[in-house]
């Protein structure tokens, strides 16, 4: 494997956790703040999980793994 299909394969992997994450963060009702077309900055977070957004990055823990991911986190076109 070459060094761009790896780092392919690093950023599928990443993004599979974070949005894994963020279903098992969330329930069936929220309030939500206003969205600008991403996660919203803050902590979210549920048993045993938890996700910390920023403006530039976002960190995802559940249990005792974890990872981060650079940038903001787009929602789907039905906000979720």
Same mark, same amino acid.
């Given at each position: 494997?070459n060094r761009l299909a790896i780092a392919r394969s690093i950023r599928l992997r990443a993004t599979s956790v974070l949005a894994?994450?963020?279903? /098992? ?37 559940? /249990? ?14 039905? /906000?979720?």
């Open positions: 494997m894994i994450g963020i279903v /098992g963060c969330s329930s069936a009702e929220t309030n939500l703040p206003l969205s600008d077309g991403n996660v919203a900055i803050g902590k979210w977070g549920g048993d045993s999980a938890g996700l910390i957004v920023g403006d530039t990055a976002a960190h995802l823990h559940i /249990g005792c793994t974890f990872g981060d991911v650079s940038g903001r986190i787009p929602l789907g076109t039905d /906000g979720q």
